[in-house]
């Protein structure tokens, strides 16, 4: 399943200092797929992709005093189409 992950940014720079330094620190089965970050480098949108939706609290565990999070499962655009014929 798909799932788009808002993050709001607390500090940018020490994001970034951790992510350099850790990686992205997600467990096995929560696969990145791509992101997307506004100009004032205070929020990111990122497609995610799992099976197992707990995986997502092992994930924030690591970052969530640096960011907040919003959740949210979607579908491709082209399975919306299919669902609906």
């Known amino acids: 399943m798909l799932y788009m992950v808002i993050e ?12 350099r330094e850790k990686g992205r620190l ?5 696969e990145y797929v791509s992101s997307w970050i506004n100009a004032d480098l205070t929020m990111c949108w990122q497609l995610m992709r799992t099976e197992e939706e707990s995986l997502f609290q092992v994930w924030i565990d690591h970052w969530n005093d640096l960011m907040d999070f919003e959740i949210i499962p979607v579908r491709a655009s082209a399975e919306v189409r299919d669902l609906m014929k």
């Open 8 to 19: 709001r940014f607390k500090d940018a720079p020490a994001i970034y200092q951790r992510l």
């Open 26 to 30: 997600m467990p096995d089965g929560l």
